[in-house]
C-alpha cells in the first residue's frame, strides 16, 4: 500500500534527507517549507500521514 506523505521542515537538508529515506520505501511524497505551506497542501489534498518539525518560522508543528 503507498502511502502519501506530507514531510513539512523549514531546513532543507532536512525535508531532502526524509524524503529520500520516505520515497526509497516506495510511498509517495511532498515537502513544504513551513507551516502555512503546509496547511494550503493539506486544504488541496490531505495527505495519509504528515512528518512535521516542531519548530519553524510562521507557524510551528504545535499549531498545524
Known amino acids: 500500500?503507498?502511502?502519501d506523505?506530507?514531510?513539512v521542515d523549514d531546513s532543507q537538508s532536512d525535508r531532502l534527507v526524509l524524503e529520500r529515506i520516505v520515497a526509497a520505501l516506495g510511498h509517495t511524497v511532498r515537502t513544504a517549507?513551513?507551516?502555512v505551506e503546509?496547511?494550503?497542501m493539506i486544504a488541496?489534498?490531505?495527505p495519509d500521514i504528515v512528518l512535521v518539525d516542531?519548530?519553524?518560522p510562521e507557524m510551528s508543528g504545535d499549531v498545524l
Request: charged letters at 15%.
Open 38 to 40: 503546509a496547511r494550503d
Open 44 to 46: 488541496a489534498s490531505p
Open 54 to 56: 516542531w519548530t519553524m
Open 1 to 3: 500500500h503507498v502511502v
Open 5 to 7: 506523505v506530507l514531510i
Open 33 to 35: 517549507r513551513n507551516g
